[in-house]
Antibody, heavy 119, light 111 residues
Framework: QITLKESGPTLVKPTQTLTLTCTFSGFSLTTGGVGVGWIRQPPGKALEWLALIYWNDEKFYSPSLKSRLTITKDTSKSQVDLTMTTMDPVDTATYFC???????????WGQGTLVTVSS | QSVLTQPPSVSGAPGQRVTISCTGSSSNLGAGYDVHWYQQVPGIAPKLLIYDNDNRPSGVPDRFSGFKSGTSASLAITGLQAEDEADYYCQSYDNYLSAWVFGGGTKLTVL
C-alpha cells in the first residue's frame, strides 16, 4: 500500500523560508520511472504544480516559481523535501505531495498540509 | 487563467450522464501528451480517476470514462450518484512551458 504524508510548519511569516517534508512508504525512489511531485491549492482555488524529482535525481520546477524552489530527496529515509523561499501571503495554500508514475500522472496523493503565511 | 480550460461547473440529476470538457492547445494535449483526471471532494486530497486519457485505476467504477482527441479531452460520468458531487481536474504536460499543468477545475453538482 502506497502512502504519502506531508509535514512542516502550519504558519510562516512573510519573507521567511518554508520547508516541507513528504514521507512516503510502499515504494522506493530508487525504482526507475518513479518520482515525487509537489502540488499546492490556495483556498477555494485550483491545483498548481510546483516541483518534481525523479528516481535518477532529475529535478523540474514550475517556471513561475523556479527561482524560489528547491526539491531534494533522501532515499534512505523515504523522504522528499520542498523548500520555498521568500514566502508571501499569496502562498497560503494546502501543499500536497504525490507519487508520479510514467513521467506524467500523479498516481497517489498525500492528505495535504495547510500552510498559512501571515505576520 | 489555466493552461487547460474546463467549465467552472456542471450539474445533473441522479442517474443522468454528464460530461466535463478539458481544452488544451498544440503544446500539451495537441502535442500528444496524455490527459489525466482527478476527483476532489472538498477538504480531501485529489484522487486519480482516469489516467492516460481513458484508463481507470483499480477500484474506480466503470461509470467514469475518459476520451481525448486532438487538443481536447472529456470526462463522462454515467448513472450519476450523490457521491459523485466533487471537483474534477484534468492534468497534462505542456512542452512550451516545460511544466505539468492542471485545468481550473469543474464543480459537479448532483441535483
Amino acid at each position: 500500500q502506497i502512502t504519502l504524508k506531508e509535514s512542516g510548519p502550519t504558519l510562516v511569516k512573510p519573507t521567511q523560508t518554508l520547508t516541507l517534508t513528504c514521507t512516503f512508504s510502499g515504494f522506493s525512489l530508487t525504482t526507475g520511472g518513479v518520482g515525487v511531485g509537489w502540488i499546492r491549492q490556495p483556498p477555494g482555488k485550483a491545483l498548481e504544480w510546483l516541483a518534481l524529482i525523479y528516481w535518477n535525481d532529475e529535478k523540474f520546477y514550475s517556471p513561475s516559481l523556479k527561482s524560489r524552489l528547491t526539491i531534494t530527496k533522501d532515499t534512505s529515509k523515504s523522504q522528499v523535501d520542498l523548500t520555498m523561499t521568500t514566502m508571501d501571503p499569496v502562498d497560503t495554500a494546502t501543499y500536497f505531495c504525490a507519487r508520479v508514475r510514467a513521467a506524467s500522472v500523479f498516481e497517489s496523493w498525500g492528505q495535504g498540509t495547510l500552510v498559512t503565511v501571515s505576520s | 487563467q489555466s493552461v487547460l480550460t474546463q467549465p467552472p461547473s456542471v450539474s445533473g440529476a441522479p442517474g443522468q450522464r454528464v460530461t466535463i470538457s478539458c481544452t488544451g492547445s498544440s503544446s500539451n494535449l495537441g502535442a500528444g501528451y496524455d490527459v489525466h483526471w482527478y476527483q476532489q471532494v472538498p477538504g480531501i486530497a485529489p484522487k486519480l480517476l482516469i489516467y492516460d486519457n481513458d484508463n481507470r485505476p483499480s477500484g474506480v467504477p466503470d461509470r467514469f470514462s475518459g476520451f481525448k482527441s486532438g487538443t481536447s479531452a472529456s470526462l463522462a460520468i454515467t448513472g450519476l450518484q450523490a457521491e459523485d458531487e466533487a471537483d474534477y481536474y484534468c492534468q497534462s504536460y505542456d512542452n512550451y512551458l516545460s511544466a505539468w499543468v492542471f485545468g481550473g477545475g469543474t464543480k459537479l453538482t448532483v441535483l
